[in-house]
């Protein structure tokens, strides 16, 4: 990790270890259920931090593989969860072949970059994921009361609006936007507005 956004996160978990708990987050419970509905095994996936959803997705069955550029997270993760299959890498250039999974999944990555580096993340997952394949991601919506010019997630940034989510996803299929109120675990639980999208890319 070599950027000062890299920094700030190999800091923070060195800091905090494991800052979200252990437990899965409610967008991965949410998101095996559609995996398996939809019979999706491969599963990536991106800014899996030190890997809570990554090891439930393997407790539930799944081949799930997670990635990120943290490699404290990874340290800390290996020691956690020592079945979990976590990798070192960046979402902005995913070290897999072209349509290699059958889902990809994100939670609260998404909206850590910049406007240019999302296009570049959503064309990296695109690339990634089989003809078919699914898309899932939770991210903050505008409607958290944390959003405005003073909203501050430690190094994170960007709010959403559904007509964003549904914009970048125009070329997919099947596509779900909610936005609820979900409960958060860092810092203590507590409770934060947030958008979780589904959708399908075109066969
Ligand atoms: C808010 S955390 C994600 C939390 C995690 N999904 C969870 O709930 O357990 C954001 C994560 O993105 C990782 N990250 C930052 N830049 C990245 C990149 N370019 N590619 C992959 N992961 C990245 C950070 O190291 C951090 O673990």
Not at 64 to 81: H, M, P, Y
Request: aromatic share 10%.
């Amino acid at each position: 990790m070599e950027d000062d956004s890299a920094k700030l996160w190999n800091h923070r978990f060195k800091q905090e270890g494991a800052v979200w708990g252990i437990e899965p987050s409610p967008a991965a419970v949410k998101a095996a259920e559609l995996f398996k509905k939809k019979k999706a095994c491969g599963i990536l996936e991106v800014g899996c931090a030190y890997g809570r959803d990554v090891e439930y997705f393997r407790r539930e069955g799944f081949e799930a593989v997670g990635i990120d550029a943290s490699e404290e997270a990874l340290r800390l993760g290996k020691k956690l969860f020592p079945k979990a299959d976590l990798r070192l890498g960046s979402l902005l250039n995913l070290p897999f072949k072209d349509a290699s999974y059958d889902a990809v999944y994100g939670f609260f990555i998404f909206h850590i970059f910049t406007s240019t580096e999302r296009k570049k993340a959503f064309d990296e997952m695109m690339r990634v994921l089989k003809p078919g394949g699914l898309l899932v991601h939770s991210v903050p919506s505008e409607k958290d009361e944390k959003f405005g010019p003073k909203g501050t997630r430690g190094s994170e940034g960007k709010y959403f609006t559904k007509k964003e989510i549904r914009e970048m996803l125009a070329g997919m299929t099947e596509v779900e936007i909610t936005e609820d109120l979900v409960n958060h675990t860092h810092g203590g639980t507590h409770i934060h507005a947030d958008i979780y999208f589904t959708a399908q890319k075109p066969n």
